[in-house]
Nanobody
């Protein structure tokens, strides 16, 4: 059973930074794509950023220039470094891994940005 476990969320003031981590029970290079999604109350879950097995990275427009996705294969961990956070970034952030057509999700970590 593949498991993804997020950590690093919390409460931060506007303009601050957080680094989210996603620890994976399997080799992260077994996944075609790994990424981060977020879901705010009353909103649909949306892509934040992802990275494919070849290292190609894709960011949502709101994340460009503020967020950075990275990975460490030896630690089986995918990171999301977030800076210049704004109240609109408040959401539950989920780690996602895709193997062919199957999605694996973590339990989510809450990020709250106060104004």
């Amino acid at each position: 059973q593949v498991q993804l476990v997020e950590s690093g969320g919390g409460l931060v003031q506007a303009g601050g930074s957080l680094r989210l981590s996603c620890r994976v029970s399997d080799n992260i290079f077994n996944f075609n794509v790994m990424g981060w999604y977020r879901q705010a109350p009353g909103q649909q879950r949306e892509l934040v950023a992802n990275i494919n097995v070849g290292g190609v990275i894709n960011y949502a427009d709101f994340a460009k220039g503020r967020f950075t996705i990275s990975r460490d294969g030896a630690k089986r961990t995918v990171y999301l470094q977030m800076s210049r956070l704004q109240p609109g970034d408040t959401a539950v952030y989920y780690c996602n891994g895709k193997i062919l057509r199957r999605d694996y999700w973590g339990q989510g970590t809450q990020v709250t940005v106060s104004s």
